[in-house]
């Protein structure tokens, strides 16, 4: 008997013993897990806004979560929340043995795993540090885990770091994300049967999932309720209002986004976050949503009118599209900008990405060259055809470039060959003025990639909308070009801002500027941009249309925006007949403008002639000059006073 007994003790000695070893390496191993908690930093969405704070779009990865404190987090959500998972919460000290042993006894009872006896604690661990696999060990590991880090977080901690954690369906993590998703409320403005509705999620996500199963939300909510009764932290008033409540739920995407061009281009443009979707950034754009949807419009209606003139091209639908970009003169601030037409079909980004030939919109950039050198708006030119001769790999090759519908005009004043965009006019002053000057001006606004010959003089190099945009600054700024800029301003996480300023460039003074603003009105008023014109606002502008229509441009501005309009097919080949900038690109810009004054009457509406610039009358036309470029007669220039 003494030898069974000494064996029986053994056995008992060595079982403790494996226990507390057992019990001892879980315990090593769960301090790891302790930290995932205590230090816990979940992926938080960063949300992107237009000038007027209202929200374009979310950016997340895998988990679409806001973050709320404790003090953000309502007592009734608390409460009903601790009301149907952990009534005990405050007095236990993480792990629950009665509720642990009621579940065990209705699991023999129904022969299956029935009821969890988990506290929120316990849940928390389960969904951040271990896996949810129903084993011994985890058990332990878990009920462990609760202990220790009672010891360590407060209460408020453990539950905020479990409603922040925890799934609530429809892709929300969080109790602040479901909150919004679901009801387009803050927590503060929840009602007590909304509330309920929440906290009954993350026991089954899927099946009380509001936008799915309305009538199982509300059954579960309404028995949240009642449970809240009946351990008295609601009145009978409470109750009833509460089960009559039917609130409504909303049903939308996760990222909300409303531009995604714009999205895609501030996610380039910050490339250097590595926590861009991950950090919960909020980015504040100078997008205006209500310029962008009405960009996207204009977009849209002159993509419709070009089709509508070549019925019988079925691949033109398939490859036309366009891009559209519109800024602040002043600022640089970016309104609007659209990449495409449609970017469930494409989401290339046409506004930024693409480099398209630019045409005859170089020609205000050539001419503003011209006029500082001197030349006056009634400067003539010659508008006739000239043979140029070249060689490429030692072969002798012709250059006889025409006008668009092969006339002369003979000697014409700057001011009409830039309104009719003659080519060959074009050409003659740039010869005049001297292409190396020429070609140093065309780099120092800003184009890369420039040829050195005088095909420049037709603009046969590329650029984006976007750098067209920032370029034409030197016109409608009068002078002065600034980096157009799409973000604000950046707070982080930590409330740390960062403000996004832009660099400025003077190319010319404000009066040299000016007769270039006047040309370019002028060129709305009579010459290849009249479709651009819009009552009640003086506009300016160029059109510009690459070799058999394979681009079309209309770049210009009014007194306080400027609008870039690009029409082409993404492979580079013909749009058809008669698509020129004026034709395709100008109605969308006249039709941008026009909406616009809609929503914003108290735009300027008439440019402003700088001090130092005069005018005169010749001819019955009225032209503008300065000290730098008085008017010409008869190869002499006129001595009129200027009053500066």
């Not at 003979?410 to 074009?426: D, E």
């Amino acid at each position: 008997m003494k030898y069974l007994l000494k064996i029986l003790g053994i056995i008992i000695f060595v079982c403790v013993v494996g226990i507390i070893i057992f019990v001892a390496q879980i315990y090593a191993e769960i301090r790891n897990d302790t930290d995932k908690i205590v230090h816990y930093k979940p992926p938080i969405a960063t949300q992107i806004f237009d000038r007027k704070e209202r929200l374009i779009a979310n950016l997340f990865e895998e988990e679409f979560r806001f973050y709320a404190t404790f003090e953000e987090i309502p007592p009734r959500v608390i409460e009903a929340l601790l009301a149907v998972e952990d009534t005990l919460f405050f007095e236990h000290s993480g792990v629950n043995l009665d509720a642990i042993m009621r579940a065990m006894f209705k699991n023999i009872q129904n022969a299956r795993y029935a009821e969890g006896g988990s506290t929120i604690t316990q849940q928390l661990i389960k969904n951040v540090a271990l896996s949810r696999e129903k084993t011994i060990e985890r058990k332990i590991k878990e009920m462990l885990l609760a202990f220790r880090l009672e010891t360590i977080l407060s209460k408020e901690e453990i539950l905020e770091r479990y409603l922040n954690h925890t799934y609530f369906g429809h892709g929300y993590y969080g109790i602040k994300t479901a909150s919004q998703g679901y009801f387009h409320k803050e927590m503060q403005d929840l009602t007590l049967k909304e509330a309920s509705m929440l906290v009954a999620l993350p026991r089954a996500p899927s099946f009380y999932d509001p936008t799915k199963k309305y009538d199982f939300s509300l059954g579960r909510a309404n028995s949240i309720l009642q449970r809240m009764f009946e351990i008295g932290w609601i009145n009978k008033e409470e109750l009833e209002a509460g089960i009559l409540e039917q609130p409504k739920v909303y049903n939308e995407t996760l990222t909300q986004n409303v531009a995604p061009y714009v999205v895609d281009e501030v996610q380039r443009q910050l490339k250097h976050i590595e926590d861009l979707k991950t950090g919960g950034y909020l980015i504040y754009l100078n997008i205006d949503l209500d310029y962008q949807e009405i960009a996207q419009e204009a977009l849209y209606f002159g993509y419709e009118q070009i089709l509508s003139r070549h019925k019988q091209d079925e691949s033109l639908q398939d490859k036309l599209n366009g891009a559209l970009v519109v800024l602040e003169n002043q600022s640089g601030k970016i309104l609007a900008l659209v990449g495409g037409v449609d970017y469930k079909k494409s989401n290339f980004n046409r506004a930024t990405q693409s480099q398209r030939q630019i045409g005859s919109s170089v020609k205000p950039f050539l001419y503003q060259t011209a006029l500082n050198f001197g030349l006056s708006q009634n400067y003539q030119i010659p508008d006739i055809a000239r043979t140029y001769t070249y060689r490429v790999g030692g072969e002798r090759k012709l250059w006889q470039p025409k006008n668009y519908g092969n006339s002369l005009r003979g000697p014409v004043a700057l001011k009409t060959a830039l309104a009719k965009s003659l080519n060959l006019a074009t050409i003659n002053l740039v010869e005049e003025v001297g292409f190396d000057r020429i070609y140093n001006d065309i780099v120092r606004y800003g184009f890369s990639g420039v040829p050195k010959d005088l095909s420049i003089s037709l603009g046969s190099f590329g650029a984006s909308p976007y750098e067209m945009a920032r370029n034409f600054m030197a016109f409608s700024n009068y002078g002065k070009i600034i980096e157009p800029q799409l973000i604000a301003t950046l707070v982080s996480r930590e409330g740390v801002i960062t403000h996004y300023e832009s660099k400025e460039i003077e190319i010319t003074t404000p009066q040299q500027s000016f007769l270039m603003v006047d040309l370019l009105r002028n060129a709305v008023r009579s010459g290849t941009g009249t479709k651009a014109k819009v009552e009640g606002i003086e506009l300016a502008g160029k059109t510009g249309t690459t070799n058999d229509n394979v681009d079309a441009w209309f770049c210009g501005f009014s007194p306080s925006l400027e609008a870039i309009v690009w029409y082409g097919k993404d492979d580079n080949t013909p749009m058809g007949y008669s698509e020129t900038g004026g034709v395709a690109g100008a109605p969308a810009f006249s039709y941008f403008f026009d909406k616009i004054l809609e929503i914003e009457p108290g735009l300027p509406r008439k440019f402003e002639v700088p001090k130092g610039v005069g005018s005169k009358s010749i001819g019955g036309e009225n032209f503008y000059y300065t000290e730098q470029s008085p008017l010409w007669n008869n190869q002499k220039t006129m001595q009129d006073e200027i009053i500066f």
